[in-house]
């Protein structure tokens, strides 16, 4: 899965101290539990949440638009990050909510084959906003 691939790719490059805040396959019904708290962000991190996504030769990020609610509601409580890690391209960029919030006027949206729909950021888009945090 691209999502469990980028998390790796975090944990073994995110410098700065992390702990976990999500919910990695729990081993109860998590469809049971409130959905902002299905959608907790991954990580955090010192003022900030930390959102991990994958993503692979597509090259398109597809967010969920129940996980952009739910990590606005955790945006209340502190800073929402995304750490986007591209397998295909082998790259990362980290951005704000905010910065991805802002592409998604322009994004498709899209359904998962159950039917989950998601909108489909190409990552043209997110590798563009900002250049300078871009690594290799």
Known sequence: MLG?????????RYRNGFERAG???PRFRMRDVHPYERQRPDYIV????IEVMGMGEE???KLKIDKLAALRFWRLLMP??????????RRVIELPLEQVEELIPNAVIAFFPEGTPYYQIPAGGLFQEAPPNVTT
């Open 80 to 89: 929402v990050r995304f750490w986007i890690w591209d397998s295909f391209k």
């Open 59 to 61: 090259q398109v990020l």
């Open 4 to 12: 469990d691939r980028a998390e790796r790719e975090f944990e073994a």
């Open 46 to 49: 010192t003022g900030a949440y």
């Open 23 to 25: 919910h990695k396959r």
